[in-house]
Structures are given as structure tokens and as C-alpha cells.
């Protein structure tokens, strides 16, 4: 039956930190919206938010989640959540796998010789793959 993934593009969205924080929330509407009219597609899974002991950075991230869910909405694209558990447990087959396990299995579901050095991309790609999988069973945002 072969493989059934196919990477078409990888990348992040990178803002400069010593910019202000509503001109990178800005960016990151512009360069989604900007991926969105170029690739067009059909379903955006996210990673649940996951709250560290850093309030600051959690609120900080949790503004840029609200950029990136409203940008989905504002272009019809419906958005799906997962709980770090589940893409592991999709990706790998157990949920508490570590970031070396998923890494590998990303490399091999979409027959990649090397993945990109940014671990965001690959987290990306675990979701992506973790969504192709529970698609049916998931929970739209």
C-alpha cells in the first residue's frame, strides 16, 4: 500500500524578539495568511496549550494560539487541537514517547533523509501526521 504522507513544504513563522510584541503578533497573521493563499488547506491542526511555570511566556504564547486560531477562521479553515499525549501516541504509538522517538518517526512516515534543525518544524509535522490519523475522531475548534 506504500506510504500515504508526502511533505509539500516545512517551515516557521520566526519573529525577532526585539521587536514589539503586537508587531510580531502582526507577522505571524501576515505570514500565516500568506501560507494559506499559497497552499490552501483543507484542515489546521494545533497543539493544545500547554501552561509552563513561565506566566509570562505562557500568555505571550497563548496570544500568538489567538493570532493563529482567528487567522484559520477568518479563512474558513477548520482547526483542530491535540494533546502533546496524542501526537505522540499517533506519531509513535506511545504517548510517552520523548522528542528523539517522534523525531525519528516523523523522519520515517514522510520518508525524509534529514528533518529541519528547528524542533518546532518537526513538532509541525508530528501534529500534521496526528491529525491524517484521529482526523475522524477529532474535536474542531
Do not use: W
Not at 489546521?44 to 496549550?49: D, R, T, V
Not at 484559520?72 to 501516541?89: C, D, F, G, M
Not at 520523548?98 to 523525531?103: A, G, N, P, T, Y
Not at 529541519?116 to 474535536?139: E, N, R, V
Amino acid at each position: 500500500m506504500g506510504n500515504k504522507f508526502k511533505l509539500i513544504n516545512s517551515g516557521a513563522i520566526l519573529t525577532e524578539a526585539k521587536e514589539s510584541f503586537p508587531l510580531r503578533l502582526e507577522k505571524i497573521y501576515n505570514d500565516l495568511t500568506q501560507i494559506i493563499e499559497e497552499y490552501k488547506p483543507e484542515a489546521m491542526s494545533i497543539e493544545e496549550l500547554f501552561f509552563n511555570n513561565n506566566a509570562k511566556t505562557a500568555i505571550n504564547v497563548a496570544q500568538a494560539r489567538g493570532v493563529i486560531l482567528i487567522t484559520a477562521r477568518i479563512h474558513k479553515i477548520p482547526t483542530y487541537e491535540y494533546t502533546p499525549l496524542q501526537v505522540k501516541q499517533a506519531v509513535t504509538g506511545y504517548g510517552r514517547a520523548d522528542k528523539i522517538q517522534v523525531q525519528r518517526m516523523v523522519k520515517m512516515i514522510l520518508n525524509e533523509e534529514k528533518l529541519p534543525k528547528l524542533d518546532d518544524i518537526t513538532d509541525s509535522m508530528a501534529i500534521g501526521i496526528c491529525h491524517a490519523h484521529s482526523a475522524k475522531f477529532a474535536q474542531k475548534l
